[in-house]
């Protein structure tokens, strides 16, 4: 059974880069069938989704990403396939990018997300 | 961007209560439509992928119809664990959108 675990700083200076990592427990990340998604939560609001990647070692589509365009001058996804692990990037955050982060796993077909990981809280203060 | 629209936004219900909560889509997307649960503090869930595909483990008293803009979830009889937040989520082309979500209480 898949799980994933995020993980990185819960405080990040403004104008700053947010990183966190995502680990991926029994699969692998690299599959032709699913992607690796980020989606947020900011407190007391909606989900939006910053993006994902897919990575397989298989086709010529490995590495590709998509972002959200909202976020896409800042936003970075890539994948460590010796770590079973993907990460987020966001840089020049404001207090506006406070938000419960989580990490999915995104069927590629059909675009629902499962499982997601418990997520983790990114506060956005100096 | 598609744009995901929720009703109602809050709702009370007893236990025992058929729920009903209504996602529309601002372009049609097919049945590319999916549900979640989420408890306060938790992940969201998936319950419902596809429109109308019950995700495995998930009981069956939840239910999902439609396609093309508009979509349903049904609580066929409430439960105390259902009191919860309940997201439609479009996955017919990126960016990926959410509804605003609605609030089931009692």
């Known amino acids: 059974q898949v799980q994933l675990q995020e993980s990185g700083p819960g405080l990040v200076k403004p104008s700053e880069t947010l990183s966190l990592t995502c680990t991926v427990s029994?699969?692998?990340?690299?599959?032709?069938?699913?992607?690796w998604s980020w989606i947020r939560q900011p407190p007391g609001k909606g989900l939006e989704w910053i993006g994902y990647i897919h990575y397989s070692g298989s086709t010529a589509y490995s590495g590709n990403t998509d972002y959200n365009p909202s976020l896409k001058s800042r936003v970075t996804i890539s994948v460590d396939t010796s770590r079973k692990q993907f990460s987020l990037h966001l840089s020049s955050v404001t207090a506006a990018d406070t938000a419960v982060y989580y990490c999915?796993?995104?069927?590629?077909?059909?675009?629902?997300?499962?499982?997601w990981g418990q997520g983790t809280l990114v506060t956005v203060s100096s | 961007d598609i744009q995901m629209t929720q009703s109602p936004s809050s709702l009370s219900a007893s236990v025992g209560d058929r729920v009903t909560i209504t996602c529309r889509a601002s372009q049609t997307i097919s049945s590319y439509l999916n549900w979640y649960q989420q408890k306060p503090g938790k992940a969201p869930k998936l319950l419902i992928y596809?429109?109308?595909n019950l995700q495995s483990g998930v009981p069956s008293r939840f239910s999902g119809s439609g396609s093309g803009t508009d979509f349903t979830l049904t609580i066929s009889t409430l439960q105390p664990e259902d009191f919860a937040y309940y997201y439609c989520?479009?996955?017919?082309?990126?960016?990926?959108?959410f509804g605003g979500g609605t609030r089931v209480e009692i």
């Open positions: 989520q479009q996955t017919s082309t990126t960016p990926l959108t």
């Open positions: 029994g699969g692998s990340v690299s599959s032709d069938t699913y992607y």
């Open positions: 999915a796993r995104v069927q590629r077909m059909t675009g629902w997300c499962d499982p």
């Open positions: 596809t429109a109308s």
